[in-house]
């Protein structure tokens, strides 16, 4: 199955701070690369799909880039309510998988 | 506007058989070209794939689960459900289901059902 790494496992930050998420998988996964945001207790909410497509609704402060292997999440400006673990997925291969999670918390 | 809701067994004893079903309303679990999903959460850990069917009943496989998962889908009540076989405590946690898009991500989740395993 393809891995998916995901660095740092967790950031301070301030509101106002851009903060880069970046995630890596075991093998190629063209642009089959999504972003999730989970605040505790909720279901994930989709942010980015195909790596670069922002899911409709989703602030613009929030961007996607990469493909092949390596995969970064921009919040240009962190806002109170960005607090929260973030994940990426990849669907290129029929065998779903996660990374494990970036938790973002306030410094 | 599609939703997904959860229900199913909330306590099941370890070795026996937990089943989830997952209703989709405001829409077709038939239309598009959607799979539909289900994910799980241990406590204080990340999101973890479990399986996904198809509106044709084509089904794939978390390899770890596998020997143990079975995925079915009832068109005619629009549902779609979940067995888990001999579970352990380590399958506690919360269930969510989702719709899956493979070019779009899974973009439509249920809040999620908690699932406890203990005698």
């Known amino acids: 199955d393809i891995q998916m790494t995901q660095s740092p496992a967790s950031l301070s930050a301030s509101v106002g701070d851009r903060v880069t998420i970046t995630c890596r998988s075991s093998q190629s996964i063209s642009s089959y690369l999504n972003w999730y945001q989970q605040k505790p207790g909720k279901a994930p909410k989709l942010l980015i799909y195909?790596?670069?497509s922002l899911q409709s609704g989703v602030p613009s402060r929030f961007s996607g880039s990469g493909s092949g292997t390596d995969f970064t999440l921009t919040i240009s400006s962190l806002q109170p309510e960005d607090f929260a673990t973030y994940y990426c997925q990849q669907s290129f291969n029929t065998h779903r998988t996660f990374g494990q999670g970036t938790k973002v918390e306030i410094k | 506007q599609l939703q997904l809701q959860e229900s199913g067994s909330g306590l099941v004893k370890p070795s026996q058989t937990l089943s989830l079903t997952c209703a989709v309303s405001g829409g077709s679990i038939s239309s598009g070209s959607y799979s539909w999903s289900w994910i799980r959460q241990s406590p204080g850990k990340g999101l973890e794939w479990i399986a996904y069917?198809?509106?044709?009943?084509?089904?794939y496989y978390n390899p770890s689960l596998k020997s143990r998962v079975t995925i079915s889908i009832d068109r005619s009540k629009n549902e779609f459900s979940l067995k888990l076989d001999s579970v352990t405590a380590a399958d506690t946690g919360m269930y969510f289901c989702a719709r899956d898009i493979r070019l779009g991500g899974m973009d439509v989740w249920g809040q999620g059902t908690t699932v406890i395993v203990s005698s």
């Open positions: 069917i198809y509106h044709s009943g084509s089904s």
């Open positions: 195909g790596a670069s």
